[in-house]
């Protein structure tokens, strides 16, 4: 029995010393329409995006403290360049040094336009790795513990 209750001690105390990899996952792509809001007297409005279903592919991953629209993005704090699967990586490494009492936030932005997804990832990471090809530019993964 003694030896039943110290593994249960133990296997409790190991398992909150691992920190865990808590994996995000950008949508790839997204559908933006566009639209004029006022058209001046005398023109008219000719939107050349013939394919209304065109699709804005993710381009970009990053992380602000707070929300977004306070605009306190964060740099990488370092870039480590490796390979994998024999593909050339860059993996980015964000600090999740925030302050703000809105926690931190993922922010998914994607080609030719401006419109982003935004997540909140909370307060209690330390470190976030974004892995993007240096070949493709492709976001590979994103990891925070």
Not at 45 to 53: E, W
Request: with cysteine.
């Amino acid at each position: 029995m003694r030896s039943f209750i110290v593994f249960v001690l133990l296997s409790l105390f190991s398992f909150g010393c691992v920190a865990e990899d808590i994996r995000y996952v950008c949508p790839p792509h997204i559908a933006v329409s566009e639209a004029i809001k006022s058209r001046p007297s005398e023109w008219q409005v000719f939107n050349q995006d013939i394919d209304n279903n065109a699709k804005h592919y993710l381009e970009y991953v990053s992380f602000s403290d707070g929300h977004p629209q306070d605009l306190a993005y964060l740099r990488p704090s370092s870039e480590i360049k490796h390979k994998s699967n024999n593909e050339a990586l860059t993996t980015s490494l964000f600090e999740m040094t925030g302050v703000s009492p809105d926690g931190m936030y993922l922010i998914c932005g994607y080609a030719q336009t401006t419109v982003t997804l935004i997540k909140s990832v909370g307060s209690a990471y330390k470190v976030c790795k974004v892995a993007s090809s240096d070949v493709t530019h492709v976001i590979k993964s994103i990891k925070c513990n």
